[in-house]
């Protein structure tokens, strides 16, 4: 999987926090500063069946949206790269669940394969009828162009209408992720340090961080989980277990919902980790 497999974009009026990498640290001095894992509520299944389920959004209205990447079915070009080969599948969409009812309202949107899924990675509202999603390159974008005519669709932000983190390189070492706070004009600062493997990250309504580690030990190995982080910088294991966890959402009533399995085609689901 590529550096640029996931991306989390967030907007706020003056401050920017974006998940990155630093040098492997000293792996006992990480594990030394891990808070005991601890419960913190109960899990529920509240999707399930989707495509490899990346990140998630409330809209204005209240119902909680999922972006997914797709599926490893080819429809398209392929083109060969010198350490893989790549092919166009538009299988990527966007699942929603409202009242109670999961629906998927969009479709057939930008994706490839390359032994891994990529596709529609993050989605945002702007107001009511305005969505907006990323869709994920993991690929060279000169490459787009041998991917046929859709192929110019990817490492793009598409707009949609509802009614119709970034990962560490390799070798993904545990400990490696930090949180940078970015406001303009001044200095990126640390703002979280000792994760493993961001790929996305949320805020609680006590200013506590939620963010999902995709694994935990390197390349991808491991099982992930979400790890909260309070304005103290006490670290706790709330979710661990999880299958590859790709997104993060605090809802408005401080119940932390989690894209899981989002790797994977037809058995990727959002979780709900009640306050």
Not at 4 to 30: E, G, I, K, Q, Y
């Amino acid at each position: 999987m590529t550096q640029n497999r996931f991306t989390a974009l967030a907007v706020a009026s003056a401050v920017v926090l974006t998940a990155c990498a630093t040098d492997a640290p000293d792996v006992t001095d990480v594990s030394a500063k891990q808070a005991k894992v601890e419960a913190s509520g109960s899990v529920t299944t509240v999707m399930r069946g989707l495509n490899a389920p990346r990140g998630l959004a409330f809209g204005p209205e209240g119902a909680l949206s999922v972006a997914e990447a797709g599926t490893a079915t080819v429809t398209s070009y392929c083109v060969s790269l010198p350490r893989f080969r790549t092919c166009f599948s538009g299988t990527g969409s966007i699942s929603r669940l409202f009242t109670g009812e999961q629906t998927r309202i969009v479709s057939g949107l930008p994706s490839g394969f390359d032994g891994e899924i990529g596709g529609p990675s993050h989605i945002d509202f702007q107001g009511r009828g305005n969505g907006f999603v990323t869709i994920g390159l993991g690929t060279p974008p000169d490459a787009r162009s041998g991917l046929g005519p859709r192929g110019a669709q990817l490492g793009t932000l598409v707009r949609f209408k509802p009614n119709g983190s970034t990962l560490t390189g390799a070798p993904f070492v545990p400990g490696a992720a930090r949180i940078f706070r970015v406001v303009e004009g001044s200095t990126p600062t640390v703002y979280v340090d000792g994760l493993t493997q961001v790929t996305d990250f949320d805020f609680g309504r006590d200013g506590s961080l939620y963010a999902t580690q995709y694994g935990s030990f390197p390349f991808f190995n491991g099982p992930g989980s979400v790890v909260k982080v309070t304005t103290a910088g006490v670290k706790t294991t709330v979710l661990g277990g999880l299958t590859r966890p790709t997104g993060v959402i605090v809802g408005a009533d401080g119940a932390v919902y989690v894209s899981n399995r989002g790797a994977s085609e037809a058995v990727g689901e959002v979780l709900r980790l009640a306050p």
